[in-house]
T-cell receptor, first 109, second 111 residues
Framework: DQQVKQNSPSLSVQEGRISILNCDYT??????FLWYKKYPAEGPTFLIS?????DKNEDGRFTVFLNKSAKHLSLHIVPSQPGDSAVYFC????????FGAGTILRVKS | ETGVTQSPTHLIKTRGQQVTLRCSSQ?????VSWYQQALGQGPQFIFQ???????GRGNFPPRFSGLQFPNYSSELNVNALELDDSALYLC??????????FGSGTRLTVV
């Protein structure tokens, strides 16, 4: 029972362009969402979060959008940089983190 | 301020053996949670400890057990290892909701 889904296993983007990573969830009780970035041989690193009382949160090049009616959130990275190449996980915080399977982002220079 | 430290970084065990993984929480964090990340998947919640008491458990069998110590460090114990237990085990500490800091993980290989 996958409560958090990231349906795109990978995404390739040109440096300087926008990267959009998508995430869907099924449990309407989830009210707090996080995005993590993970490099090989390292633990997940927190990027940005959003509460369900908001529909947008920005932090520098990173913006997360939440559409509660569609149970969908997305992470926008603008402009994308080669150092952004990593695995990105969407997670819902319901007193424990429920993760999606991740999306591998490759930013080409 | 130190982060979350996990040990060992890698280990290889034989099927049927027992293993103990360790985690030192970030200073001031009173909650620790453990996750299993199999290859190509997202981390899966194993259990969580708050002030030395287990206060949440995922869909893992009882042979996965844990401890949290007064200094908030933690152990994950797995008995009767199976091949499918091969994975990256992640520890995360937190003080408040959403404020999780992850360690680099322990890569366990069961042969």
């Amino acid at each position: 029972d996958q409560q958090v889904k990231q349906n795109s296993p990978s995404l390739s983007v040109q440096e300087g362009r926008i990267s959009i990573l998508n995430c869907d969830y099924t449990n309407s009780m989830f009210d707090y969402f996080l995005w993590y970035k993970k490099y090989p041989a390292e633990g997940p690193t927190f990027l940005i979060s959003i509460s369900s009382i908001k529909d947008k949160n920005e932090d520098g090049r990173f913006t997360v959008f939440l559409n509660k009616s569609a149970k969908h959130l997305s992470l926008h990275i603008v402009p994308s940089q080669p150092g952004d190449s990593a695995v990105y996980f969407c997670a819902a915080d319901g007193n424990k983190l429920v993760f999606g399977a991740g999306t591998i982002l490759r930013v080409k220079s | 301020e130190t982060g979350v430290t996990q040990s060992p970084t890698h280990l290889i065990k034989t099927r049927g053996q027992q293993v103990t993984l360790r985690c030192s929480s970030q200073s001031g964090h009173n909650t620790v949670s453990w996750y299993q990340q199999a290859l190509g998947q997202g981390p899966q919640f194993i259990f969580q400890y708050y002030r030395e008491e287990e206060n949440g458990r995922g869909n893992f069998p009882p042979r996965f057990s844990g401890l949290q110590f007064p200094n908030y460090s933690s152990e994950l114990n797995v008995n009767a290892l199976e091949l499918d237990d091969s994975a990256l085990y992640l520890c995360a500490s937190s003080l408040y909701r959403g404020g999780y800091t992850f360690g680099s993980g322990t890569r366990l290989t069961v042969v």
